[in-house]
């Protein structure tokens, strides 16, 4: 899968089948939060979904998408990373990091 970080940067990594998007991110160092550590309970793992990737996921749960409005700069393809486990489908999801992400936790 490819991560496009804040800076522009397009990164390449290798993402196992079973792992959240996050879980990944955390694996290669990209700089993703996951404050809540994938419980669902934040927005921290905020990413921007390519539009051409965006249909193949999963629609988002209510306890998500509730989630979601808590997050900084949401698009219409935003979706929260713990959420995202790849599977085969996946392969070659390409996600953007959004220019900032909003800590309610920390607060």
């Keep these: 899968m490819t991560f496009i970080e804040r800076d522009g ?5 290798d ?5 959240s998007v996050l879980e990944i991110a955390h694996r290669h ?9 994938g419980s669902l ?7 921007i979904v390519d539009p051409e ?4 996921l999963k629609e ?3 306890d998500e998408e509730d989630m979601l409005d808590l997050a900084f700069g949401l698009t219409k393809t935003s979706r929260l990373g713990c959420q995202i ?14 220019a900032a992400t909003r800590n309610m936790m920390n607060v």
């Design 60 to 62: 988002a749960s209510e």
């Design 15 to 19: 993402a196992p089948l079973g792992l």
């Design 85 to 98: 486990v790849m599977t085969p489908e996946l392969d070659g999801l390409t996600v953007k990091l959004p």
């Design 53 to 56: 990737w965006y249909a193949v």
């Design 29 to 37: 160092g990209v700089d993703i939060e996951g404050a809540c550590e």
């Design 41 to 47: 309970a934040c927005s921290t793992c905020h990413i």
């Design 9 to 13: 940067t397009r990164r390449e990594v």
